[in-house]
């Protein structure tokens, strides 16, 4: 379970166009700026996000914001490069290279990035407690989809699973986040926006292009959600409101889109009206 004062219930992924060369160092600093006065606190990235570029962005938009208001989670597993390697080596130096990006000396809450039950070896975890006790991580989860986040209830290590939290999900992997819950993890909900209407991205900004071309390759594989007819609203609405969340992680290139959310959230700094 994740205690920490800046574990807030709405956080801010830097990922996807804060990850692309069509974002850029401005964007994301000025909407870290707004997300840490409103109190969205918590922040997600990963090395695998714009092959490392995500977290580089992040720790230049949090120079002169002091460490302890804000809670930095990142990801190891799914490497800079793309590839795979859940070894200990692997993670270790991964867990490095992520702190001088973050230009940090510690994370928050360190996610392994959709490991299978084997990638998860004995050494792994050895090796993880003993950047936990060096300070170097103060707490460790699992982020995934699937049978993944059931292994962490059997980690005494785990404090935390990042997973889709949305009315997509059926009930039996309602009941898997559950578990997790009652195991004493903390839950961060993710893809919270699914299958939401769209209209809202108007006026078009560069990172309209970021998302069109998402768009077309999700179209291309057949992934793209169906039309669920909720609003951005209602759909954050229900995963805050959800009783398994513990906090919401939303990605977001639009102050008035943070604005919003946050207004949704109750957040203290949020703004009262639109
Ligand atoms: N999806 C994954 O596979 C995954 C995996 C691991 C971690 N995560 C974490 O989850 C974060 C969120 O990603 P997600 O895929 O779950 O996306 P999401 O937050 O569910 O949806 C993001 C989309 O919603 C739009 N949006 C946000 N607030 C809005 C508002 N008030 N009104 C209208 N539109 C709004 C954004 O567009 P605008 O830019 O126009 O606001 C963006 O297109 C990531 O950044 C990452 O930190 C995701």
Redesign the pocket.
């Known amino acids: 379970m994740i205690d920490h004062p800046a574990f807030a219930r709405l956080?801010?992924?830097?990922?996807?166009?804060?990850a692309s060369l069509i974002g850029s160092v401005s964007q994301t600093r000025d909407l870290v700026h707004r997300a840490v006065d409103l109190g969205v606190t918590l922040?997600?990235?990963?090395p695998a996000?714009g092959a490392g570029r995500a977290e580089k962005r992040l720790g230049q938009a949090l120079r002169g914001i002091r460490r302890d208001k804000v809670f930095v989670?990142t990801?190891a597993g799914i490497h800079a490069g793309g590839h795979r390697d859940f070894s200990a080596g692997a993670v270790e130096m991964s867990l490095k290279e992520s702190l001088a990006r973050l230009q940090t000396d510690h994370v928050d809450l360190l996610?392994l990035?959709?490991p299978a039950e084997e990638e998860l070896t004995d050494k792994l975890i050895r090796h993880l407690e003993a950047f936990k006790a060096r300070g170097m991580i103060r707490h460790l989860g699992i982020?995934g989809?699937g049978a993944e986040l059931e292994v962490a209830t059997r980690i005494p290590a785990m404090d935390a699973i990042?997973a889709?939290l949305?009315p997509e999900l059926t009930a039996g992997e309602l009941e898997r986040l559950e578990r997790c819950k009652k195991a004493g993890l903390s839950l961060i909900?993710?893809?919270?926006?699914?299958g939401?209407?769209?209209s809202?991205?108007l006026p078009l900004?560069p990172?309209?292009a970021w998302?069109f071309a998402r768009h077309i390759k999700q179209s291309l594989l057949g992934r793209n959600a169906a039309p669920s007819g909720r609003?951005?609203?209602k759909?954050?609405s229900w995963a805050l409101d959800h009783p398994l969340s513990d906090s919401?992680?939303?990605?977001?290139?639009?102050l008035?889109?943070?604005d919003?959310?946050a207004r949704?959230a109750g957040l203290e700094g949020s703004p009262s009206s639109p």
Do not use: W
């Open positions: 956080g801010f992924g830097v990922t996807g166009p804060h922040f997600d990235t990963g996000y989670c990801k996610l990035h959709g982020c989809r990042m889709p949305n909900g993710i893809e919270v926006m699914k939401s209407a769209k809202a991205r900004s990172s309209s998302y609003s951005p609203q759909s954050l919401v992680v939303s990605l977001t290139t639009r008035k889109h943070l919003a959310n949704q």
